[in-house]
């Protein structure tokens, strides 16, 4: 679990989040042109690929499998897209101890 996800338990005692993604040593494109570029060249891997991190790359990644869920069964409800990703995943917690209902198996969720 990376430092800037948030960890649970809430103050009134839920596990909380509810499910994560990676979201950490993702690989991306970005125009070497831009200011983000320039002021990261450390995470410039080659060309215009770079190591990125943050929740918006976890987003992406469960946008994406969510989108294959729905893809293969296009009746299923909000509440039943979690409930798969959330039946799909496995337990994790943070360095420090702290809970994280499950990381999120891509593989398993998509199936």
């Not at 729905?70 to 994790?92: C, I, S």
Request: net charge positive.
């Amino acid at each position: 679990m990376t430092p800037f996800s948030g960890a649970g338990p809430t103050e009134t005692g839920f596990v909380k989040p509810d499910v994560v993604a990676p979201g950490a040593h993702m690989v991306s494109m970005v125009k070497t042109a831009t200011s983000w570029a320039r002021e990261n060249r450390d995470a410039r891997i080659r060309g215009e690929f770079y190591q990125i991190a943050g929740t918006s790359s976890a987003a992406a990644v469960t946008s994406g499998v969510v989108a294959l869920m729905l893809e293969a069964n296009p009746t299923m409800t909000p509440n039943q897209v979690k409930y798969a990703m959330m039946a799909a995943a496995r337990p994790a917690a943070y360095a420090d101890g702290a809970l994280a209902w499950s990381i999120f198996s891509t593989r398993r969720g998509a199936d």
